[in-house]
């Protein structure tokens, strides 16, 4: 079946360096790849997405590429603060289901002081 | 405020004792789902509903039911909870049935099987 794969499952960073997190999917018809953000004990929420007619997208800290020859997104962080700390999912459309997303597994970021 | 709930939070039971997860939203949203979430492997869909009375299977749909007999709610069933079924739960709702929407989660239902 369709999966997405997320690396690192887990990263460390020291506050201020930058963190990388990347995903390949492998459903060639998927146009839209999401990121969401799950702080300690808390729901998953959006924090940016990007549409596969677009090869870059940014806002403030935050910035996601997407290279759709190679199949792969990546979710980059710069100047990371404590607050940056939660896991972080991928997750890329389904073309076989309205609203279908496939989800990664997951990357665990802790930023440390 | 526009949200989406479930009860309960947290949820301890025992093997074979039939269960519900409510979940509703106040968004007029149409599309909803249910999620699981395991360590290791991200959030998988269970179920998932495009409106009122239509409802389908996602990728993990065995073992759970669920209803959508009006738009704000969405209850997802265990019939004979088994151990393997302890997990996270979450639902989830969109606007309307399209890729590019945002998916609202509700906060997180914790459930052990023993």
């Known amino acids: 079946g369709e999966n997405v794969e997320q690396h690192p499952s887990t990263l460390s960073v020291q506050e201020g360096d930058s963190a990388v997190i990347k995903c390949t999917y492998s459903?060639?018809?998927?146009?839209?790849f999401p990121w969401y953000k799950q702080e300690l004990g808390k729901r998953p929420q959006l924090i940016i997405d990007?549409?596969?007619?677009?090869g870059e997208k940014k806002d403030q800290r935050i910035a996601v590429t997407l290279n759709k020859t190679a199949k792969h997104f990546s979710l980059h962080i710069t100047e990371t603060q404590p607050e940056d700390s939660a896991v972080y999912f991928c997750a890329a459309s389904f073309s076989g289901g309205y609203n279908k997303l496939i989800f990664g597994a997951g990357t665990r970021l802790a930023v440390h002081p | 405020e526009a949200q989406v709930t479930q009860n309960p939070r947290y949820l301890i039971t025992v093997t074979g004792k039939k269960l519900t997860v409510t979940c509703s939203q106040n968004?007029?949203?149409?599309?909803m789902s249910w999620y699981r979430q395991d360590p290791g492997l991200g959030l998988r869909q269970i179920y998932y509903?495009?409106?009122?009375?239509?409802?389908d299977k996602g990728d993990v749909p065995e073992g759970y039911k669920v209803s959508r007999k009006e738009k704000r709610n969405f209850p997802l069933i265990l019939e004979s909870p088994s151990p393997n079924q302890t997990s996270l739960y979450f639902c989830?709702?969109?606007?309307?049935?399209?890729?590019?929407?945002?998916?609202?989660f509700g906060p997180g239902t914790r459930l052990t099987v023993l």
């Open positions: 459903d060639s018809a998927s146009n839209y």
């Open positions: 990007i549409r596969s007619n677009v």
């Open positions: 989830a709702s969109t606007p309307v049935a399209s890729t590019y929407n945002e998916q609202f």
């Open positions: 968004m007029n949203h149409e599309y």
């Open positions: 509903s495009m409106n009122v009375e239509v409802t």
